[in-house]
């Protein structure tokens, strides 16, 4: 079990966005976090990441929590955000050597690897640029590699397939089965649903800050027989009952 | 439209008078009462000195004034979204201008005043000028300037195509052949051309401005430069959130990270010595502070003044420097990184150090050459020793575990 998501409330202020929200992602798998603008998947990942203390319940990562060990914590995510975010003093080159330098890694090693993503992702002529002059999915794809460096043991993703191209697309894929088969887990967030429902093994389904439902494509389509085959129409009937 | 330019300027002035405030802070008055009466103290005593029939008096004049004449942009509050919004009511924009150029004259005559009341006494003396003359001149710059303002609204119309006629070489030979003729023949005679000129602008502006369209991007990007520079100004002395400082590339700087290895302990090392160097926000800050305060070390003298003066110095730029720590809170990697709180402030505290000392090195030589005292040199070389350990050591982390304390 990677990481068990326990009973949590919590948000920005106060007043609760999510409401006593429970699930798991386990290793080597890639769970689908599904729901509206709005629903708590942002908050979700924010509290997942550390940036949000819950107001109750716990997070665990691998048997560890952000209070008892925030370093062996956080030492295992690796986080891409929706909207990318970069140092604006640092070059591309200066960006991954500081993820080196801040996950303690085998410098040569990770250069290895870091080489290999930068080609595969069309960035490697470009290590010396300042971030200002990336457009949005050169940014997205700094994140991506940056990202995949750490050979993190959970990746949180958040809504990646917007701005990036179909061939990053493609290849953001492959990278993410690649890992997942050395025991990786992903959980991801994002609209795109018939991607969603090619590649994620589970889907956890966030309605008003509470999880709707949760588990695969057959678990799901089980649980809602009515509402349709494909992950779409069980998206939608879901949101229906709110709205009637 | 007028009252449209009426509610943006409310809104406008209200903003430049909460900066305003923060720019005459206490010091800065204090420093500024020095500037003005050293200057003025300088000033008459050229006078003294000067006698009548000098060559390059009238050319003094002439330069002073045709730079004055620019001072006083056309401010005409104009916004970006205008283009969609405004563009309907394009005809009636007209009004709008009007409204803005004649708020711009306000603060463009003030300026012209002030500065031909300035030179009054130097023309006075070096050129022998009687009152009514004097006045004559102030008459004929204040409409020339009203010319000024008045090509910069024409220019806001396409109506001469892609020419614009507040081009900078016709503005300035329009003041230049103005006021040469005014300081080398008669100020009366400059009055009448001044006179001319705008008059034949006001009417053939009178007859073409409805037909033509507003150059919308133009004014949008001209009044967005005019903001940026009072932000900047602004910026100088206080955080103006609109002004994003900008980065240089500076690789002939490289070489100061060398020392800097890759390793986790020196992670945030790494990104506050490279965001420090190629920002321009803290490094500008630290540079302009370094700099005065070693002119004002070279030129003030004295036993404890000198040293009094280079410990207010350190320790305004240690004070400034205190937001950088937090210059990276918006970049969530910042609180991703696993990476302990701890070795982000030592980095910190290191690099205060390092720059403070720098600093101080600095001010310290300037102290040494223009005292030539060793007991002087004595004590500010312990007095800045004990500063800079202090700021970068003890009063750095403090305020800085205040902050984070107070922020969760």
């Known amino acids: 079990m990677a990481l068990e998501v326990s009973h949590v409330v919590g948000g920005y202020s106060q007043i609760p966005v999510l409401k006593d929200i429970s699930f798991d992602v386990r290793d080597g798998e890639l769970v689908g976090l599904i729901g509206l603008n709005g629903a708590g998947k942002s908050t979700t990942i924010n509290h997942v990441i550390g940036l949000l203390t819950p107001h109750k319940g716990t997070i665990t990562l691998n048997g560890v929590t952000i209070d008892q060990d925030s370093q062996a914590y956080k030492q295992q995510i690796a986080y891409i955000p929706e909207t990318p975010v970069l140092y604006q003093e640092l070059t591309l080159r200066e960006h991954l050597e500081m993820t080196m330098m801040a996950y303690d890694l085998d410098q040569k090693q990770a250069w290895e690897t870091a080489h290999d993503l930068l080609k ?125 | 439209m007028t009252d449209l330019f009426k509610s943006r300027l409310q809104r406008h002035l209200r903003e430049m008078a909460k900066y305003l405030r923060l720019v005459f802070n206490d010091f800065f008055v204090f420093a500024l009462m020095f500037l003005l009466g050293g200057l003025g103290y300088g000033y008459s005593n050229v006078l003294k000195q000067l006698k009548l029939g000098l060559w390059w008096a009238p050319v003094v004049v002439v330069l002073v004034l045709l730079v004055t004449l620019q001072v006083g942009r056309f401010a005409t509050l104009i916004e970006d979204a205008d283009r969609v919004f405004l563009l309907p009511k394009e005809r009636a924009m007209h009004a709008y201008l009007v409204a803005a150029r004649r708020y711009s004259q306000g603060l463009a005559q003030t300026t012209q005043v002030i500065v031909v009341f300035l030179l009054a006494p130097f023309l006075r003396v070096a050129l022998g000028w009687s009152v009514p003359q004097i006045v004559g001149l102030l008459i004929a710059q204040v409409i020339l300037k009203d010319t000024l303002l008045r090509l910069d609204l024409a220019s806001a119309y396409q109506v001469t195509g892609q020419r614009r006629m507040n081009d900078w070489p016709i503005k300035w030979a329009l003041g230049l052949i103005t006021l040469a003729i005014g300081v080398w023949l008669t100020p009366y005679a400059a009055i009448v051309l001044a006179l001319l000129v705008d008059a034949v602008v006001a009417i053939w502006m009178q007859r073409h401005w409805q037909q033509q369209q507003i150059r919308w991007r133009e004014q949008i990007k001209i009044e967005d430069n005019r903001m940026l520079g009072i932000y900047r100004f602004f910026n100088l002395f206080t955080e103006v959130p609109m002004v994003e400082g900008t980065i240089k590339r500076r690789r002939y700087l490289d070489w100061l990270f060398k020392s800097i290895k890759p390793t986790h302990e020196q992670t945030y090392a790494y990104l506050f010595s490279r965001g420090m160097v190629r920002g321009t926000d803290f490094s500008g800050l630290v540079v302009r502070l370094t700099v005065i305060g070693m002119l004002l070390l070279y030129f003030v003298r004295g036993e404890w003044l000198p040293i009094f003066l280079a410990a207010l110095f350190i320790y305004l730029i240690g004070f400034q420097l205190l937001p950088f720590f937090q210059q990276y809170d918006d970049v969530v990697f910042t609180h991703i990184y696993p990476i302990a709180p701890e070795l982000r402030l030592k980095s910190f505290e290191r690099l205060v150090t390092l720059i403070l000392g720098v600093a101080a090195l600095l001010m310290w030589v300037v102290i040494i050459i223009a005292n030539l005292s060793l007991v002087t040199a004595g004590i500010a070389l312990v007095v800045e020793l004990v500063e800079v350990w202090y700021l970068a050591r003890i009063y750095t982390p403090q305020r800085l575990a205040r902050a984070m304390k107070n922020k969760a």
């Open chain 1, 120 to 244: 595969v992702f069309r960035l490697d002529n470009k290590l010396d640029w300042f971030p200002a002059n990336f457009s949005k999915g050169m940014k997205q794809k700094v994140m991506i590699v940056c990202a995949f460096l750490t050979q993190a043991k959970l990746y949180i993703i958040d809504e990646p397939f917007l701005g990036l191209d179909p061939l990053a697309v493609n290849d953001l894929l492959n990278l993410i089965e690649q890992r997942k088969k050395t025991g990786a887990s992903i959980l991801m967030s994002t609209h795109v649903l018939d991607t969603a429902q090619r590649y994620c093994d589970r889907f956890v389904l966030l309605h008003d800050g509470q999880v709707k439902t949760e588990g695969t494509l057959s678990e799901l389509q089980a649980a809602l027989p009515e509402a349709g085959e494909s992950l779409n129409d069980i998206y939608l009937s879901m949101t229906k009952v709110d709205r009637a």
